[in-house]
């Protein structure tokens, strides 16, 4: 059965996961014939009939690959795959023509599109099922090589260029589904005084202790949280509204607290960390740097009342 409600982009891992794949085709005799060929895969499948639809699915669940008619109704195959190829959020998905089209300047405008390769119809199962291999072998090495780059070298949470990517384009989901998104920022209290203390590798444990907790708390496969910077966290919660991004930054500054990780010399006497979390509702969507500042004044509001506590942007 063709799977359509996965959900949105994926956090980044490095854990291998079924490859989403989008079949559009006008003719449901062709996209029935290419799910058959590839139901016994490791591959979550989709379809579209139409280039529009085919756009709106890889926007909202973005595939690993898209086997694309070349000649469609209205918007035609060539049009969708230049399009997928200018959208940063969509540019990296290869394309697979599979196209009744066999003149040399027929393919040379599939290639010109952006396609990473062709079948022309009439086709074998075994070529499509070998292209299919081949081409999702190289997008998940690409994959894997984008995560590592992702990736932040001392906690393993995602890198802050990560992040900021992901605020786009969770900024512009928000706009169109119609769900909130929120932000939590979260900062080791008196981080300079425990590395002035107990030194700089028992500080690197701290931060990797501290990162350990917010993987074991953010359980979602859409949820994101990176290392911001020094001692500093953030969370990027979509579908989330003000209740639920601090039902989790507490659990998190609840978790800390309960690791009771000596901190001597601080009134706690042991780690804790400050947050502060923002909502962006999709009738106010905001500019990444407005939300981002919005939680970062409630973080500094958290330090101001006491540290070690979670506070709402106002």
Known sequence: MIDETHPGPRAATLQPLPARILIVDDQAINIHAMHRMLSGGNHELFMATSGEQALAQCRDNVPDLVLLDAMMPGMGGLEVCRRLAADPATADIPVIFVTALSALEDEAKCWDAGCVDFITKPFHAQTLLNRVRVHLLLKQQADQLREL???????????RKRFDDRLGEELRRCRRSGQPLSVVMMDVDHFKHFNDTYGHLAGDECLR?????????????????ARYGGEEFVFLLPDTGLVGAEHVAQQVVQRVRALQHRHEGVDAGIVTLSAGFSECSPDTVQSPEALLERADRALYRAKADGRDRAVAAS
């Open 209 to 225: 202790a501290v990162a350990a907790v917010i993987g074991q708390t953010l359980r979602r496969s859409h949820d994101l949280a």
């Open 149 to 159: 780059a992702w990736l932040d070298g001392l906690t393993g949470l995602c890198n």
